[in-house]
């Protein structure tokens, strides 16, 4: 984003009839130099007499500061846990303009970005690479598109391995609190990891909950400054965030941390990117570059009060006092986006299909052990198979796991009923 001033004088408030204007031609590149202070100057060319464009031109004095951070990086660094009237505002103005961004770019694949959508774009691929029937390994949000699909298509089904299940039932800020709830469990359990581990550095020296409470205190009233860049809170959460999907990241989030005490914030900055799937030269891919909201504001409902997010406080903080301030206003961005959603919250009744194959970890942060009950009581004829331990998703997590899920879609060998998998 660039701010670009534009000097020019205007004679009269008169408004002239109304007639064809001649199309002038293609306005050339602008020469930028530097004029000192951050600030580049240019000049452009443009004709006098717009109803003669072909005529005598003048040269128009630019000036302009390059934005020193990048406006996706505003977007995903901004602080959203909203405990003054000023950031509040900031932060719903924020999810009005990215809704706005993402209506002027994509408006007209908006309406269509649902999952229901997305199942029957699957079927076409199904048939088009000539698969008389479907197999598919979904995760997390994957396991939505897998139930609709099953829905939608259930004779055209030979195996669906659902792995992360999310609960098409329960409403988005029920769901978001049972993440928060989850993401502090699993929190929990790394700092009680690394206070029992020599290995671990963060739990050396002094209480490591407290130090961690302590930077992120410190962080929200004064950002670290990463390069040309800064660490806020909100990203150093986002850091923090990920390494709680897999239980193999907690050596990261150590040394993330450890470094965040001696002012080094490179780690979490690092950690925070992948995420957020920053590219090298400042961009965004697309997966939270409007891609996710697109599908998740459309799949389900979300209050358009901003008093019943502000309700939520008391809960969310109770999940986590880390994690639920922060997260209490997540789904308010849905308020505001430009589609609406297609379809009700509720189950997606499944009949006909072979059996499914569910699985769920006891202690998945991001789709909680509950999610994955209740979908395998609404799925007749579906199989659940428990992971115990921490992190998200099981496939790559457990080798006991990963095996059963093969063995049904290779070979449509169902594990047997109540099979526990360790991590």
Avoid at 104 to 130: E, N, W, Y
């Amino acid at each position: 984003m660039l701010l670009v001033t534009v000097v020019f004088v205007a004679c009269t408030r008169n408004t002239p009839t109304a007639t064809h204007t001649p199309t002038p031609p293609n306005p050339g590149k602008i020469a930028w130099t530097d004029c000192s202070g951050g600030f580049q100057c240019g000049t452009l060319a443009v004709p006098l007499d717009y109803s003669h464009p072909e005529g005598r031109t003048i040269n128009l004095a630019l000036i302009r500061k390059p934005a020193t951070v990048p406006q996706e990086d505003y977007y995903l660094s901004i602080d959203t846990v909203l405990d003054d009237p000023q950031e509040k505002a900031a932060a719903i103005q924020a999810d009005k303009d990215f809704a706005a961004g993402c209506q002027r770019r994509s408006g007209d694949l908006l309406p269509f970005m649902d999952t229901a959508s997305t199942a029957k774009d699957m079927d076409q691929i199904r048939a088009a690479v000539g698969d008389s029937k479907l197999t598919y390994l979904g995760f997390s949000y994957g396991t939505f598109i897998g139930q609709w699909y099953a829905k939608l298509f259930p004779t055209r089904i030979r195996a669906l391995s659902l792995d992360g299940v999310l609960d098409p039932t329960i409403s988005a800020n029920e769901s978001l609190r049972a993440q928060v709830v989850g993401f502090e469990q699993n929190l929990q359990a790394f700092l009680a990891d690394c206070k029992a581990r020599t290995s671990c550095a963060y739990g050396r020296a002094g209480d490591p909950a407290s130090k961690l409470n302590a930077a992120m205190a410190r962080l929200d009233t004064t950002p670290l400054k990463v390069g040309g860049r800064q660490l806020t809170r909100s990203l150093a959460m986002t850091g923090l965030l990920v390494t709680l999907y897999d239980q193999s990241l907690w050596r990261f989030l150590d040394q993330g941390l450890t470094a965040l005490d001696s002012g080094d914030g490179r780690t979490l900055l690092l950690l925070a990117d992948l995420y957020n799937k920053r590219k090298a030269d400042g961009t965004y891919a697309n997966l939270f570059n409007g891609a996710y909201q697109a599908t998740y504001c459309l799949d389900f409902q979300v209050p358009t009060d901003v008093a019943a997010y502000d309700q939520l406080g008391p809960s969310f903080a109770n999940a986590s006092p880390l994690f639920g301030p922060w997260s209490q206003y997540s789904n308010l961005q849905c308020t505001y986006w430009p589609v609406k959603p297609k379809n009700p919250t509720g189950p997606l009744p499944i009949k006909g299909a072979p059996p499914i194959l569910l699985v769920g970890g006891t202690n998945d942060p991001a789709t909680p052990y509950a999610e994955a009950q209740a979908v395998s009581r609404l799925i007749e004829g579906s199989i659940l198979l428990t992971r115990t331990g921490n992190g998200h998703t099981s496939y790559d997590s457990s080798p006991c796991a990963h095996a059963a899920e093969d063995a049904y879609l290779i070979d449509l060998t169902l594990p047997a009923a109540g099979t526990v998998c360790p991590s």
